[in-house]
């Protein structure tokens, strides 16, 4: 399976399953010197496991990481850091009743028809446990940001309104990026915007996704939309409102950068629904097991890890774009 890896600069691969022994992911790229323990990844993950919200699973996980490699007396070491999280309250046997359906709303039918095989058991690599590598990937590299003042927050922006029984419910999460300098992201295909939206397009519960205003701006005039230059009393430059969301041109402009994320409703739903079985005989299905009622307050700290990444990684690729600082970063004492 190829796309596992994001990243150019600052990678990560995740692996695992939902049901397999454990998940967990490789993060290569982060410099030596950075301390790191368990305890300061461990935050990150707590924010999406299970049990911490009455619209999630009742699945019990733990969530416990294990750094295995990267980390030498609470520092980083400079090579790859590979962290491990054992599976320990999977029930397979819920979900022996769908392995020749498929559910609607989930990558069933899409895994058959790619691979001719798939592990029925909570839906594989594409269940949202697989979101746990990103996490912890996403953790270190905020970690790094913080370093550099660049602090990353997402919460649930919209109503969680009343689910009706058997159902489920959507979200809205809003990721605030503070910090960033001006002119990073790339102008042409690297954009800034483009990369995040990538990145939060590859959770599997987000279906769109708006930097600053968004879809409004189709509706607004462009003496509405821009945002007017001003000159603060240290003389940084900044704008006066942030219609563009923090990035103009694909790059920063020191502002902060507003992404949202929207969240689809939990397909897996016990009231009855149509589909049909791999040789294609119509029936129904109730799914049964343990899900989230909304995933959107366990999906922020994704959405989150997921802008860390990618703002980290475009970081990285930005040392080289000025000869004046990278004669600087080399320059003999």
């Known amino acids: 399976m190829a796309g596992s890896t994001y990243g150019k600069n600052f990678t990560v691969t995740t692996w695992g399953e939902s049901h397999g022994k454990a998940l967990g992911a490789v993060i ?6 950075l301390p790191l323990s368990e305890g300061s990844i461990q935050v ?20 416990l990481c294990e750094i295995l490699s990267g980390v030498f007396e609470g520092k980083t070491t400079g ?40 592990d029925h058991r909570g839906g594989g690599r594409s269940s949202g446990r697989e979101t746990i590598g990103r996490v912890m990937g996403g953790a270190i590299a ?24 058997q159902d489920s419910i959507g979200g809205v999460i809003t990721c605030t990026i503070k910090g960033l300098p001006a002119g990073v992201g790339e102008p042409v295909f690297d954009k800034l915007d483009a990369k995040l939206a990538a990145a939060c397009m590859s959770i599997g519960a987000v279906k769109a996704i708006e930097i600053g205003d968004g879809t409004k701006v189709a509706s607004m005039k462009g003496s509405e939309n821009n945002d007017a230059f001003d000159v603060d009393e240290s003389g940084h ?18 502002g902060d950068v507003v992404v949202k994320a929207y969240i689809k ?10 589909t049909v079985t ?5 029936t129904t299905i109730s799914v049964g097991g343990r899900h989230d009622v909304c995933i959107a307050p366990r999906a922020a700290v994704v959405v989150e890890a997921m802008c860390a990444m990618t ?16 004669c600087s970063f080399y320059a003999k004492e």
């Open 142 to 165: 905020s970690l790094i940001l913080n370093e550099l003042g660049i602090h990353i927050h997402a919460v649930v922006t919209s109503d969680l309104k009343e689910v009706p029984e």
């Open 237 to 254: 430059i900044f704008t006066k409102t942030n219609h563009c969301g923090g990035i103009l041109g694909g790059m920063s402009t020191g």
């Open 44 to 63: 990150f993950l707590d924010r999406r496991r299970p049990g911490f919200s009455p619209l999630s699973t009742p699945r019990k996980e733990s969530d």
């Open 28 to 33: 290569d790229g982060c410099p030596a010197g």
């Open 79 to 118: 090579t790859p850091i590979m962290i491990m999280v054992r599976n320990t309250d999977q029930i397979s046997k819920d979900y022996s009743a769908i392995a020749s359906l498929y559910r609607p709303g989930h990558a069933d039918y899409t895994f058959d028809a790619k691979y001719g095989f798939r």
């Open 278 to 282: 791999k040789e294609g005989t119509p």
């Open 265 to 274: 409703p939990t397909p897996s739903i016990s009231c009855r629904q149509q």
């Open 311 to 326: 703002v980290l990684d475009l970081l990285y690729e930005n040392m080289h774009a000025r000869m004046d600082r990278f």
